[in-house]
């Protein structure tokens, strides 16, 4: 099983071109980032890298991992980012007015009635459009 981990070293480590530069960047020992990234090998069942004595380069396989792993990661930031939204908008009120005055009464009554809804005010011009 691949883990979000492993996608996010594989890329620092095509980011910095070194193993030990990426084990710094994310706090890591050379070793454990290693070992970490062998892990993901077999996970896959291929090489990532060519292997040189204190070098290591990305092999074709080792791209497309990368290429793969920075959308696999956008997307699931994107994933987070709209579950938090779609939660919030399911505990916010929204109250819209053509002036600012009812909105001064209302706010704070809605919060007293749903303490664990947020409130929203909207000001809308006489078209219903925000203002």
């Given at each position: 099983?691949?883990?979000?981990?492993?996608?996010?070293?594989?890329?620092?480590?095509a980011k910095n071109r070194?193993?030990?530069?990426?084990?710094?960047e994310l706090n890591l020992s050379q070793p454990a980032?290693?070992?970490?990234?062998?892990?993901l090998e077999r996970a896959l069942g291929v090489t990532l890298f060519e292997r040189q004595k204190n070098k290591v380069a990305l092999n074709?396989?080792?791209?497309?991992?990368?290429?793969?792993?920075?959308?696999?990661?956008?997307e699931t930031h994107d994933m987070a980012e709209h579950i938090r939204a779609f939660d919030r908008s399911r505990h916010t009120i929204a109250v819209g007015s053509c002036a600012p005055a009812p909105l001064w009464d209302?706010?704070?009554?809605?919060?007293l009635l749903y303490p664990e809804?947020?409130?929203s005010s909207l000001l809308l011009d006489k078209n219903g459009c925000l203002c």
């Open positions: 099983m691949l883990e979000i981990m492993q996608l996010e070293q594989l890329i620092a480590i070194t193993i030990s530069k990426a084990a710094e980032l290693s070992r970490s990234i062998q892990k074709p396989n080792g791209k497309l991992a990368v290429e793969y792993a920075e959308k696999i990661i956008r209302i706010v704070p009554i809605l919060s809804m947020a409130i």
